[in-house]
């Protein structure tokens, strides 16, 4: 998977297959793993290497090797196709092992709408982007921006404008609002949901519900993307959610009931987001969590029922989540 890459596999097998010369003479090559049969040569590359995904389990009889291999996924890039789908399926077969259960490939990131090159001098350094921004907002950027399967392009104001947007605005602001109107109406702690039974409040939880199962399904079919889009959905409903409920005219009014469970429910919000996106952005994720009074890192189990973020936990309000950016470009000399 992708499918197109499938077909480009059958197209291979379709085509007369040659035998694979899996030595090379050390006279063409000075370096590899010598044959055992022929000092004068060594072995093809890709004919070791490949191996190196069992010997590294300990095949035949380690540990690892009879946990993970037969649940075994190829994750490869997509000009490395053919050594994965069809040198190295034919030699597990000639050796009697199981092949592995799956080939995922992936494409490739560009920069501007082009391939990345050093003659031209547009390569990206991550490394420095992950220091500039951070490397929870990049990891995010790169997760959010690309379709598995596909190439995508990378550009710093694309980014930018991601974080900016959907990092800083949806979710940040989100957080930022309901801690600072929890510390207000609610003296600092989460409130109780109390037992409000109104249509608006049973669809909105419903939806934080659904959206666990959709993440999970989107990793099941290794769509990342899809993951995290649907936790973004997620954090736009809950900003939906707080301007319909309008809790600070609720407590204008003195409807305090109306107020913590407004509140109750999107601070729940909140830590199903710390939940389902802590795999991108564990860092992140973490102040996020703990910020709603949590104690330790987000976890899977730890949201499984509505209901599960106890009233009276003291929130933490520190520095701000994601403070918006400015894209400052370095000038080219001419």
Known sequence: QPEQYRGEVLSFLRSPLEDLCISRPKSRLTWGIPLPFDDNYVTYVWFDALINYISALGYPDG????????????????????????????MLKAAGIPVYRGLRVHGYWGVDQAKMSKSRGNVVRPLDLSDKYGVDAFRYFLIREMTFGQDASFSEEAFVMRYNAELANDLGNLLNRTL?????????????????????????????????AQVRQAISDWNPQGAVLATLELVRAANLYLELRAPWTAYKRGDQAHVNATLYDVASALRWTAVLLYPVMPGKMTALWQALGQPGQPAWQDGRQW????????????????????LVLQETAS
Not at 65 to 83: E, M, N, S
Not at 193 to 210: A, M
Not at 307 to 326: D, K, M, N
């Open 63 to 90: 540990e690892l090797y009879q946990r993970y291999w037969p649940a075994a996924y190829h994750v490869t890039a997509k000009d490395i196709l053919k050594p994965h789908a069809i040198y190295w399926p034919t």
């Open 180 to 212: 600072h109107m929890i510390g207000r109406y609610c003296d600092g702690r989460i409130p109780s949901p109390g037992d409000e039974q109104t249509e608006e409040r049973r669809t909105f939880i419903e939806r934080v519900l659904s959206t666990p």
């Open 307 to 326: 209901e599960t973020l106890a009233p009276g936990a003291a929130i933490q309000r520190g520095e701000v989540l994601f403070p918006r950016q400015e």
